[in-house]
């Protein structure tokens, strides 16, 4: 699996949902290692999302998180929300979910389900999220994704999509490129059993299709949508309302 994410895949092929979920469910064991290979900054970032979004000053917050993996959001969400948050965390990797299962984590409720499909009540939810599982969807499936959010969601309510993005500047996006060009064979070396997180920069360097994106999220009934870049400028928030 890893090796073929790394060289001869088909893009294509990279997006069958699938090989996705088996990535991921060869990943669960060893997800924690994520943040440490990121040096902490995707709590940083996770941190960002949570704090960019308006929530409700009283009563039950319902939050959907897609893609969520072993939910991962959940802290940085609880530390804002308390004992009103009620996370439900939707992903098709029953590896990732059962991780999130043993977090035994007040107000969380793992659900194995499709993210562009998740047979969940409609209009209910205060705020979407997805935080890294963007670039692992095709870009044909954008549409869908902003569509299950926008049925998700109450009217007002927000999403949320945070995902790597290759940076602007040139010296940082070299650096980051040299990163994960040496991320395979760092990791066969230094931490073997965390080898197969070298899957993942090539959908890093894939990337995300911004563009098609926000095209998607117009097109699904969504506006005010804000964009920023966050430190050190290889990640991207996107912030929607549901219109």
Known sequence: MTELLQSALPVAACYRPARVRALFDELAGTYGAAEWLSGGQLGRWRRSLVGALRWPTAGPVAVVDLMAGGAELWAPLHQRLGSRLALTAVDF?????ARAARRAAPGL???????????????????????????????????????????????????????????????????????????????????????GHAALPRYACLGVRWPAVLAALREAGFGAVRQQRLWPGCARLVVAEKL
């Not at 205060?126 to 994704?145: H, M, S």
């Open 109 to 195: 409720t793992p659900l194995q389900a499709d993210a562009l499909a998740t047979g969940m009540p409609s209009g209910a939810a205060a705020a979407v999220t997805c935080a890294f599982g963007l670039k692992t969807l095709a870009p044909a499936a954008y549409p869908a994704l902003a569509a299950e959010a926008a049925r998700l969601l109450r009217p007002g309510g927000q999403l949320a999509l945070l995902e790597f993005d290759l940076p602007a500047q040139p010296w940082v996006r070299a650096a980051m490129l040299t990163y994960l060009r040496l991320l395979p064979a760092t990791l066969r070396h230094v931490c073997p059993e965390a080898a």
């Open 93 to 97: 990797s029953a590896s990732m979910l």
